[in-house]
């Protein structure tokens, strides 16, 4: 499973971190960190609730 | 009061007599449910013209849908926030920053004070919040078996909280919080003295600030450099004006509205009491419920958005409580969840502009009931009282009286 981060559509919410702080990393200023993440194996459910809490839409699953 | 004209490119059939100013619920209102008032907009067309929606008596486009808010919201070069909110009250036309700038310049802003109140900045700053609510209630605690919790602890909580954040002592909460009621609640007299008042109050602060530099806020914003200068008078201004404002109200109204909600629901009250790692993801519905801001943007050009023919000029509302309350966005929109999962809710906003100190509000408010609910045993509205809310610019309840005997 793999997250795809439209880092242009991050505004900060960090809701994604709120679910899944090890999953999602921030910058200094609380923003999501650029590149795509892959989700380790055993991660999924948290990662997946990570990727839907974003209120922007700024996170995508893929398979 | 809805006496203004109608545009004469908003066809009538798209007009509504609605408004967060005069609806039904919206005035002061004896035990009311403003947000529950304006829900009843989603039994009409996802886009209409109201004549008068903004606290200066304008007419507005509403957004009712949160996805199309989210739209209008995240394309802030199509609708602008600069329409000097502040200024205009004193017949001047300057912004407050970061909001009602546009980006690029936003970003340069926003980058320049989102570390001041990141996740990362407010785990810093929850264990002095924590110690205020635990002060606060405990002396509440020991004075009886009533309180009123909006004069009693969401004010005070709220400010001073804010008031450490900026560097400013607590001695004169009172005043700030007078000051903060006539410029949101008052009249046309109230408004532009309490926003003089704020203003040579910031300007004073930024000048003491120039002179002797102290650990605080004002002093961080007088020293920044953006793009290698620093910021101008009416810069410092803006700023201040803005995160001074923006934090004498909010957070103190949600507080209010979220515990008049447990007063009148005994069984989630029991429920978070007994359960309190349940209180983070129930503040989430509670602010889905009732979040007090609605936001206004300003078109920069003609564009016709989902049927409405908006044209340049034209206001454009996105109230985060009828986002909130979207049967589209929101299965059973009406009633409260606490249990709610994928809550992604507008209180804090969509877009460039997102609420600067929502980290620091959504833990003050699961602190503030997590304190609350652990040291004051079942509560009801006390009988023989019945809280006031209102509508309009920020939603608002007074005299939350509550009882626990």
Redesign the interface.
């Known amino acids: 499973m793999r997250i795809i981060v439209q880092k242009a559509?991050c505004?900060?919410?960090?809701?994604c971190?709120?679910q899944a702080p090890d999953i999602f990393k921030?910058d200094?200023?609380?923003?999501i960190l650029p590149s795509d993440i892959e989700v380790a194996e055993g991660e999924e459910l948290p990662a997946s609730r990570g990727a839907?809490?974003?209120?922007?839409?700024a996170l995508e699953l893929t398979r | 009061m809805a006496t203004n004209p109608v545009p004469d490119h908003v066809p009538p059939e798209m007009v509504r007599d609605f408004s967060l100013f005069t609806s039904p619920g919206m005035p002061p209102t004896l035990n009311g449910d403003p947000h529950a008032a304006v829900a009843r907009v989603h039994d009409g067309p996802p886009i209409f013209y109201s004549r008068y929606n903004t606290q200066d008596g304008r007419g507005t486009w509403v957004i009712t849908r949160a996805a199309d808010q989210r739209k209008v919201l995240q394309d802030a070069e199509t609708f602008s926030s600069h329409r000097s909110i502040f200024s205009s009250i004193l017949g001047e036309n300057w912004p407050t920053i970061p909001l009602e700038l546009d980006p690029p310049a936003h970003g340069v802003f926003r980058s320049l004070l989102n570390p001041l109140l990141s996740p990362k900045r407010v785990l810093a700053l929850e264990p002095a919040v924590r110690e205020r609510a635990v002060e606060l209630i405990e002396r509440i605690a020991a004075s009886g078996t009533s309180c009123d919790v909006m004069k009693d602890f969401a004010f005070p909580f709220a400010v001073s909280t804010f008031l450490r954040f900026l560097g400013l002592p607590d001695d004169r909460l009172d005043t700030f919080v007078g000051w903060g009621k006539d410029l949101l609640h008052g009249d046309d007299k109230e408004r532009p003295v309490a926003a003089r008042t704020i203003v040579a109050f910031i300007d004073e602060l930024a000048a003491m600030r120039r002179q002797e530099a102290v650990d605080d806020f004002m002093t961080f914003i007088v020293q920044a450099q953006v793009e290698g200068r620093r910021l101008t008078d009416t810069q410092v201004r803006g700023i201040g004006v803005l995160v001074f404002v923006a934090g004498l109200d909010t957070v103190a109204a949600a507080i209010g509205f979220d515990l008049a909600y447990l007063a009148r629901n005994l069984k989630d009250q029991q429920l978070l009491r007994s359960e309190p790692d349940r209180i983070p993801l129930a503040t989430e519905e509670l602010l889905r419920a009732y979040p007090p801001i609605q936001l206004i943007r300003v078109a920069t050009k003609d564009i016709d958005f989902e049927g409405a023919p908006i044209r340049k000029g034209d206001y454009v509302s996105c109230a985060t409580m009828i986002a909130n309350r979207d049967p589209a966005e929101f299965a059973c929109p009406n009633t409260i969840d606490l249990e709610r999962e994928d809550n992604r809710h507008a209180a804090f906003g969509y877009g460039p502009h997102r609420c600067l100190g929502s980290h620091l509000a959504r833990r003050e408010i699961v602190i503030g009931l997590e304190e609350w609910l652990a040291r004051i045993p079942a509560f009801r509205i006390k009988q023989g009282t019945a809280p006031i809310t209102s509508g309009g610019h920020v939603f608002g309840i007074e005299n939350l009286i509550l009882d626990w005997s």
């Open positions: 559509k505004q900060g919410h960090a809701r971190a709120a921030l200094e200023e609380g923003y839907r809490s974003c209120p922007e839409r």
